[in-house]
Nanobody
Framework: QVQLVESGGGLVQPGGSLRLACVVS????????MGWYRQAPGKERELVAV???????IYAGSVKGRFTISRDNAPNTVYLQMNSLKPEDTAVYYC????????WGKGTLVTVSS
């Protein structure tokens, strides 16, 4: 019943920035966690960043210092600000919500290339 819709993906040059958004159908404050995951072609899905209900965050080591996860409660939106993008960041990025069950968006493609 929880629906998540990602947006903001696209083609960017190395060193560039991109901001992803995830619009959630229910209050994100009722979720245990909100997070971003990514899956590169031929590879398994991996955690990128998580924000807990309390507002605390956790990041994958590969993105720490470059990516920032944040939220707006009014439009029930979770963001992922991505700076200093690298070609290895190329992947489909998925929004995730946890509240007893796991809920996933359909993903948005980020391509980092010259």
């Amino acid at each position: 019943q929880v629906q998540l819709v990602e947006s903001g993906g696209g083609l960017v040059q190395p060193g560039g920035s991109l901001r992803l958004a995830c619009v959630v159908s229910e209050s994100i404050l009722t979720m245990s966690t909100m997070g971003w995951y990514r899956q590169a072609p031929g590879k398994e899905r991996e955690l990128v960043a998580v924000i807990r209900r309390s507002g605390s965050t956790i990041y994958a080591g590969s993105v720490k210092g470059r990516f920032t996860i944040s939220r707006d409660n009014a439009p029930n939106t979770v963001y992922l600000q991505m700076n200093s993008l690298k070609p290895e960041d190329t992947a489909v990025y998925y929004c995730n919500a946890e509240r007893g069950n796991s809920y996933w968006g359909k993903g948005t493609l980020v391509t980092v290339s010259s």
